[in-house]
C-alpha cells in the first residue's frame, strides 16, 4: 500500500470529519462516502447511512477509477442518475479532492435514494387529495391572482439564486417595483400576500414600495 504524505493523510482526514456532519445532517436519505483514490482497490474509507449495501474496504467505483486515470477530470459532477445494486434510483453526487499538485487523493460522493422521496411524494400527495366540492360549491380562501403574486416573487429570488424570504431589502425595494410595473399589486390583499410571502410585516412591504 502506498505511503501517503503528510498533506495527503490531512485532506483524507478532513474529508472524513465532513462526510460524518453530512450524513449526519442528511440522514437517512442520502448515503454518504469517503473514497481514497491513492488506494483504488481498498477505496471506501467511511461511509454514512449505508444504502447501498457497500463495505470499508471496498474498492472504487468506475468513477474514481476514471479520476485516477486523468487529473483534468472534472472535480464536481452534480444530480446523475444512478442506481444502487437492486435496482432502485439514485441520485448522485460526486467531488474529487486533489493535494497540491494537482492528483486527485480523495472523492466525497453523495447518493440519494430516490424511492424514499417518490414513496414520501405519494403520501403526500394522497393527504393533499380533495374531493368534489360539496353541493357543487367551488370555494377558494386565497383571493384570486395570490397565486400569480406568489409565483413571480419565487420567480424573482430564483433569478437572484435565493428564497423569497433571504432577499435583501433592496432587492425587496425591486421586487416592489417588478409587481407594480407587472399589475400584481392592483389583486386584492396583494400587500398581505406579498408580506407573508416573504415573511415580513404588511409594514415593510408598504416601506418597500415607496
Known amino acids: 500500500m502506498k505511503k501517503l504524505s503528510a498533506e495527503q493523510q490531512a485532506l483524507l482526514e478532513q474529508i472524513k470529519q465532513v462526510a460524518q456532519g453530512l450524513g449526519e445532517t442528511l440522514a437517512p436519505f442520502c448515503e454518504v462516502v469517503v473514497h481514497d483514490l491513492l ?30 486515470a ?20 439514485a441520485k448522485s453526487t460526486s467531488i474529487g479532492i486533489k493535494d497540491s499538485s494537482g492528483r486527485y487523493v480523495a472523492a466525497l ?7 424514499l422521496f417518490r414513496g414520501l411524494q405519494n403520501v403526500l400527495s394522497q393527504f393533499g ?17 395570490a397565486e400569480a403574486i406568489r409565483r413571480r416573487i419565487d420567480q424573482f429570488a430564483a433569478r ?23 399589475g400584481c399589486m392592483e389583486v386584492r ?3 398581505e400576500i406579498v408580506a ?7 409594514a415593510s412591504v408598504y416601506s418597500y414600495a415607496k
Open 70 to 89: 486523468d487529473p483534468e477530470f472534472p472535480q464536481v459532477i452534480a444530480n446523475y442518475a444512478n442506481q444502487f445494486a437492486d435496482g432502485r434510483q
Open 109 to 115: 460522493c453523495m447518493n440519494v435514494d430516490l424511492t
Open 160 to 182: 437572484l439564486a435565493t428564497t423569497p424570504r433571504s432577499l435583501k431589502a433592496q432587492e425587496r425595494r425591486a421586487l416592489m417595483r417588478e409587481l407594480k410595473e407587472s
Open 189 to 191: 390583499r396583494a400587500m
Open 129 to 145: 387529495s380533495v374531493g368534489a366540492a360539496a353541493a357543487g360549491v367551488d370555494e377558494s380562501l386565497d383571493p384570486a391572482g
Open 39 to 68: 488506494h483504488p482497490k481498498q477505496a471506501i474509507l467511511a461511509i454514512h447511512n449505508n444504502l447501498s449495501g457497500r463495505q470499508v474496504g471496498d474498492p472504487a467505483t468506475e468513477l474514481g477509477i476514471a479520476r485516477i
Open 196 to 202: 407573508l410571502h416573504l415573511g415580513v410585516s404588511r
